[in-house]
């Protein structure tokens, strides 16, 4: 299995702009979770699905921020629009069977704001 | 105070040591996880525990649920260990530590 893939690697925008961050988890994890990491704050969890359905977006920092699940190997993490705090690594992972499981992270977006 | 504890922060040590770092955390868990991040920003997952002891290699996790602290330890270090270790620990939603930034000298 290729592991979690996330695109784009590397995103600089300037403030404003739309940002679009995409994931494709495992085949057969039915959760998916987005993380952002920053110096600042360290990981935290922005949103968690269960089989396509957000099941905690309580991390989500503002109403900038959205996430999508269109199917089950796909999601979206959108930022619109962007400002230079929201600057940070987004990772995506998956799991089998629960949030409990071991997670799989993938390689991470290094998102640049200026 | 964090709800996740990591000490120390920063370890520097030689070829060939033992190592410990530990874990505190004030929520309630399911789970407790140790992640590694790499230099190159990966992050894999180590361990996941819930009770007791796992160990993969040359790396033992514990944890005590009634002190609600676990540690990981590395033995025989090796400079490919530097890293960064996380704890992480949580139910359905986890929170962080801080990390630990590792460095093993040849």
């Known amino acids: 299995d290729a592991g979690v893939i996330q695109s784009p690697r590397h995103e600089v925008t300037e403030m404003g702009q739309e940002v679009t961050l995409r994931c494709k988890p495992i085949?057969?994890?039915?959760?998916l979770f987005w993380y952002r990491q920053t110096m600042m704050r360290g990981l935290e969890l922005l949103i968690y699905?269960?089989?396509?359905?957000?099941?905690?977006d309580s991390g989500m920092p503002e109403d900038r921020f959205s996430a999508k699940m269109p199917n089950a190997s796909f999601s979206t993490l959108k930022i619109q629009p962007s400002e230079p705090r929201d600057s940070a690594v987004y990772f995506c992972?998956?799991?089998?069977?629960?949030?409990?499981?071991?997670?799989?992270f993938g390689p991470g977006t290094r998102l640049t704001v200026t | 105070k964090n709800e996740v504890e990591q000490s120390p922060q920063n370890l520097t040590a030689q070829e060939g040591e033992f190592i410990t770092i530990n874990c505190s955390y004030s929520?309630?868990?399911?789970?407790l996880h140790w992640l590694q991040q790499h230099p190159g920003g990966g992050i894999v997952s180590l361990f996941m525990?819930?009770?007791g002891k796992k160990k993969h290699g040359r790396l033992i996790a514990t944890i005590n649920i009634q002190e609600k602290h676990s540690s990981l330890h590395i033995t025989a270090s090796h400079p490919r260990d530097s890293a960064v270790y996380i704890c992480?620990?949580?139910?359905?939603?986890?929170?962080f530590g801080e990390g630990t930034q590792l460095t093993v000298n040849p």
């Open positions: 992972a998956s799991s089998y069977v629960g949030p409990n499981n071991e997670q799989y």
């Open positions: 699905f269960n089989n396509n359905v957000p099941i905690d």
């Open positions: 525990l819930s009770s």
């Open positions: 992480a620990a949580g139910g359905s939603r986890l929170t």
């Open positions: 929520v309630g868990i399911s789970a």
């Open positions: 085949s057969g994890h039915d959760y």
